[in-house]
């Protein structure tokens, strides 16, 4: 946890109005955000994104309440990043992802901003821990670690370097060991036909 509120504290003169761009702002996601969230996946990371490992638990669930967030520039979706409640073997934690930036929105940190919003809101909800697959330069300096993810697999394949953990509870990954299976609440509208709302993506 001293890792995350580090990164929070050393970026807050960027959330404070966002020198030059005070339309910028993180918002929970709502039924209207989902087509442009939808189509910014896709640009991001195209059909294949729905072949990923991660998306096995992501699949015909809900996101974690109140853990479903966009970015909006005035009122375009500009980012997007959710979490979802799972069982990292019998220890329960949080799956973060898929981060996504609009292209012409890249390298100004926005991806950081959305991250460490994204995990102050998990602190404040309770979580202690939070796993995704991810490039590890990118996230550690947040806490993340492989070092909690050693005795845990996913249901299918990944490099194993991107797979991190981190501990907002400390000790809360210790001994996790086994299979990885989602554990929110299911999707009710996807598996009726409605795939569109709130797809797991």
Not at 35 to 63: C, H, I, Q, S, V
Not at 84 to 110: F, N
Not at 157 to 181: H, N, Q, T
Request: proline share 6%.
């Amino acid at each position: 946890m001293t890792f995350i509120l580090n990164e929070i504290a050393m970026q807050a003169p960027f959330f404070i109005g966002l020198a030059g761009e005070p339309d910028i702002r993180v918002a929970e996601e709502t039924p209207a955000d989902v087509g442009a969230r939808e189509n910014l996946l896709d640009a991001a990371f195209g059909p294949a994104r729905r072949e990923k490992t991660a998306e096995r638990l992501r699949e015909g669930r809900l996101p974690a309440q109140g853990l479903a967030l966009v970015m909006k520039d005035s009122e375009q979706l500009v980012g997007t990043l959710r979490m979802w409640k799972i069982l990292a073997g019998e220890t329960p934690a949080l799956l973060l992802g898929p981060l996504a930036i609009a292209s012409a929105y890249r390298s100004r940190g926005l991806g950081r901003r959305l991250t460490a919003e994204a995990l102050f809101r998990a602190v404040a909800a309770g979580h202690n821990a939070i796993l995704l697959v991810g490039d590890a330069p990118y996230y550690e300096p947040f806490g993340f670690s492989r070092r909690h993810t050693l005795g845990l697999s996913l249901p299918g394949p990944v490099d194993e370097a991107r797979f991190l953990g981190l501990e907002i509870k400390p000790g809360a990954l210790k001994g996790a060991k086994g299979l990885v299976a989602a554990a929110g609440a299911h999707d009710w509208e996807a598996y009726g036909g409605s795939a569109d709302y709130r797809r797991a993506a």
